[in-house]
């Protein structure tokens, strides 16, 4: 090989290797752009990964199996709330602290989502001693129409943040609100066929919005936070309300102890079945990737058998 010929391929080598090179730094400073979204519970979590997709660092702050109501956010969850792009909360009668650290946070160009914005709240049928007067019931992604509000707060500020994707967040969003719209007829259909319209829960108060939605009647032993402790009325009340209706299910709920549930099955020869009201997974549910709709169609499988329904 001629010099001429050697030093032609030299040259030709280092700019492939620096068109690699740079096209590797665009990549990783694509990877570096991404926003990083924080968001407080699961069905947060589920709709901002959703709409964001490979363009966002999404991220759940509470860790997998932690009950939600009793979560307390630790000095290092504040520091990566202050170092996020995004931080989505529910809103401030699900998250109280949510308050403080908004007002604390450091990070001047942190935008915060209430994801409760527009959403029609209803207050608890009762509430907790230590609650203060005037709240509402929190679980409002148990109705359907306001889990496309909540898909709506999140999608405008993908926009803010990043207009240069405006369609491509846009039609994220639209396939999660058409697919809350399935699920939402499917409810409707199934839950309009029941033999027996009341569900017994051994656990607090997470489906109010769901029975409203679906002409139910909802009976819980707690209210709307788990740490509440039921009477033994209540306990009392719910048995008879068994008896009297022939209720042959009662149901129990995710991530705490169902020893209420199993108190009341075991007085009343019942049998129990779990309705999660997916304010959080469980690890095992998060490394299987488990999504929202998962969880609320394994729900309506539970509620046809225990409701009785055709
Ligand atoms: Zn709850």
Request: hydrophobic share 40%; proline share 4%.
């Amino acid at each position: 090989m001629k010099f001429k010929q050697v030093f032609v391929l030299f040259i030709v080598i280092i700019l492939v290797g620096s068109f690699f090179a740079c096209t590797k730094r665009i990549q990783e400073s694509s990877r570096m752009k991404k926003l990083k979204v924080i968001t407080t519970l699961f069905p947060l979590y589920d709709m901002a990964k959703n709409i964001g997709a490979d363009k966002a660092d999404v991220s759940l702050l509470l860790p997998p199996g932690v009950e939600a109501h009793s979560f307390e956010p630790k000095p290092s969850d504040i520091v990566k709330i202050n170092e996020a792009d995004v931080f989505v909360y529910t809103g401030k009668f699900m998250e109280p602290w949510a308050e403080d650290v908004i007002k604390g946070a450091a990070n001047k160009n942190l935008i915060v989502v209430d994801a409760s914005r527009g959403t029609k709240m209803i207050p608890g049928v009762f509430h907790d001693a230590d609650e203060p007067a005037g709240s509402l019931d929190p679980h409002i992604w148990l109705d359907f129409d306001n889990a496309k509000i909540m898909v709506k707060n999140i999608l405008q500020v993908y926009h803010l943040k990043d207009g240069a994707n405006k369609d491509f967040y846009e039609q994220k969003a639209e396939n999660y609100s058409n697919k809350l719209t399935e699920l939402d007829s499917s409810f409707k259909t199934t839950l309009a066929m029941c033999k027996n319209k009341t569900i017994v829960y051994g656990g607090h108060y997470a489906f109010g919005y769901l029975a409203k939605r679906y002409g139910l009647k909802y009976l819980a032993a707690q209210g709307v936070s788990p740490d509440s402790e039921p009477t033994a009325n209540d306990l009392i009340k719910l048995v008879e309300q068994i008896k009297k209706d022939k209720i042959r299910y009662v149901f129990y709920e995710e991530l705490t102890s169902p020893k209420i549930a199993e108190t009341i099955a075991g007085e009343t020869k019942t049998k129990m079945l779990l309705l999660n009201a997916a304010h959080n997974l469980s690890r095992d549910q998060f490394e299987q990737g488990l999504s929202f709709f998962d969880i609320l169609k394994k729900d309506l499988e539970n509620m046809r058998v225990g409701l009785e329904c055709k």
